[in-house]
């Protein structure tokens, strides 16, 4: 079957670094999004990759191990805005989205 | 990026009425719209795939006569809760795929909090 997982809840201090991690079992494989979600609102798009590696965007960087069928998602210098959850999804040969459940990540002054 | 609106953003409605949610792309066309619901502290789960022109894709468990899909043109799709009760509130997002972002990214709508009471 077709399965993500993350952790359900992480906790981190403001200004410091976290990292949300993510294992993704698909039928075929056509990328691995993050997104993130405050309470109340929809998703909004942070990272894709598709290819084997680091890609770094400002604080968020999102990595990928196609083998391993890995991924996570680096925050730096935590802010308290980046209090939200964050969801981890693989898009399958069908380019059908799996997503995983959200990890709740909150930021402490 | 590509830009979806879906509306209302918030809908109270009585327990047996209906409820139709749109969702719209604004500055392209989509090819594809998918429906999920959410439910407090949950993920999304995707309710139904939609191409333009033809019938939608209902997940399994997922009633078709009961959440009514249209999407009658490249950039409107439609969700409409039939006889809505109690157990239908929850938190509605509509996303969109372009044609020519190479089938990855889907755009979100604000999403639609549904209370039926």
């Known amino acids: 079957g077709q399965n993500i997982d993350q952790p359900t809840e992480m906790t981190a201090t403001e200004g410091a670094i976290v990292q949300i991690n993510c294992t993704y079992q698909t039928s075929g494989f056509n990328g691995l999004f993050w997104y993130q979600q405050h309470a109340g609102e929809a998703p909004t798009f942070l990272s894709y990759?598709?290819l084997d590696g680091l890609e770094e965007k400002g604080r968020f960087s999102s990595f990928l191990s196609r083998s391993k069928g890995y991924s996570y998602l680096l925050l730096k210098e935590l802010q308290m805005k980046d209090s939200a959850s964050y969801l981890c999804a693989a898009m399958d040969s069908n380019y059908q989205l799996i997503w995983g459940a959200g990890t709740k990540l909150i930021i402490k002054p | 990026g590509a830009v979806v609106s879906q509306h209302p953003s918030r809908v109270i409605c009585k327990s047996g009425t209906s409820v139709k949610i749109e969702c719209r792309s604004l500055d392209f066309q989509a090819t594809t719209m998918f429906w999920y619901r959410q439910f407090p502290k949950q993920s999304l789960m995707l309710m139904a795939t939609?191409?333009?022109?033809?019938?939608?894709?209902?997940e399994q468990g997922v009633e078709k006569d009961k959440f009514l899909i249209n999407h009658a043109s490249l950039t409107l799709s439609t969700l409409t809760v039939t006889s809505a009760h109690p157990e239908d509130s929850s938190f509605y997002i509509c996303s969109a795929r372009a044609a020519g972002y190479g089938d990855t990214e889907a755009f979100f709508g604000q999403g639609t909090r549904l209370t039926v009471v």
């Open positions: 939609s191409n333009e022109g033809s019938k939608a894709t209902y």
């Open positions: 990759n598709v």
